[in-house]
């Protein structure tokens, strides 16, 4: 008996589609990683981090919140944090992905209604379905759509309180949600959670965020990323009191998870400090979008662009996307292909990440490289 060929024949079937992965190392100028204001390699957050362990301070957590688990280094920081963001309360998860599942398993309740965004992360939707609330998505960033979706499921009976969930920044499109329109809507009929994961840092006042002006309000939760801009691991939801008390009582995700290592905490909280000590960071990311938009603008007139630091090279088919994705590596430049499911079938594409690792001359050779190559495909 053969027990593996089940996974063989997926595996073969991925290959035939040009959509079989693997693990590849790091190698070329930084356009890949999600690592935006170059923190992850920040002197300020060695220290601290170097600073703590001299002091004492575990690796790891050693249990969950609940238990052994709960530093004073962790809820000193998710204090701080949620000053930072301007909400009630703030509590720490350790990545995006078990935050955003754990939310969405938790506070929408049975005869609730959660409303995705077709674009949002994978983790909306594996939350869904695992969670308790009837299940609606909406096309992307289409308030009109949404409101219609909530009436006609009133018009069906439903009364529960509406979630509505988006990313304030696409991770793999690159564009802002219409918060403002979708508050309002929030509003007349439940909840909005917004997932400023590709945001934080980068955008709002001092990089509190593109919901920043939403925060503080008992319908709004926010998840902000400690893995991305910020440069370490791990991620926050801030939100009122009452939901944060709820998600510690009711949320098994957190409940019954050994706690993040209190470390990240002391870099989160260093890179909070880091935000607001050194504008500079923003401003030169800034310059790189303006540069690279300009230069693209040139040269690759006919490839449509974000305006934000994540940059998707709509390509199509899988294989000639891996085709260019390595003709762009072998001239130095990290730069990845994405497939489904990542994004939906036919949409393959390059996604440019904007960062501080790389240099403003690194971003403008990248664009003639990529003009270079691009009729060649």
Known sequence: MDRLAVYRRDLDGLQAAARLRSLAPRA???????????????????????????????????????????????????????????????????????????????????????????????????????????????????????????????????????????ESLYSMDGDVAPLDDLMALADQEGFLLVDEAHATGVFGPGGRGLAHHLEGRDNVLTLHTLGKAL????????????????????????????????????AGREALAILQDEPWRREDLAGHVSAFGAEMARRLPQVPLSGSQIVPLIVGPNLQTMELAAAVQARGFDVRGIRPPTVPEGTSRLRVSLTLNASRADVVRLAEVLEELWPNM
Do not use: K
């Not at 969950?64 to 204090?79: C, I, P, Y």
């Not at 909306?124 to 960033?141: D, M, S």
């Not at 939901?243 to 002391?266: E, G, Q």
């Open 28 to 166: 070329g100028i930084d356009f890949a990683s999600n690592d935006y204001l170059g923190l992850a390699q920040s002197e300020r957050v060695r220290r601290a981090v170097a600073s703590a362990l001299q002091e004492g301070l575990p690796v790891g957590a050693a249990g969950s919140r609940l238990l052994r688990g709960n530093t004073d280094v962790q809820a000193d920081f998710e204090a701080a944090a949620a000053r930072f963001f301007g909400s009630e309360g703030a509590l720490g998860f350790g990545g995006g992905y078990v935050a955003n599942f754990a939310v969405i398993t938790t506070l929408p309740q049975r005869g609730d209604l959660l409303l995705m965004d077709a674009l949002s992360h994978a983790s909306t939707h594996e939350g869904a379905r695992a969670g308790r609330a009837q299940v609606a998505t909406f096309r992307h960033g289409n308030v009109a759509h949404a409101r219609d979706v909530i009436t006609t499921w009133r018009r069906g009976g439903g009364t529960g309180s509406v979630w509505i969930a988006v």
């Open 231 to 266: 440069g370490g691991s791990g991620a926050l939801v801030c939100g009122a009191h009452c939901l944060i008390d709820f998600l510690i009582n009711r949320c098994r995700p957190f409940i019954f998870a050994t706690a993040p290592s209190p470390l990240m905490a002391v």
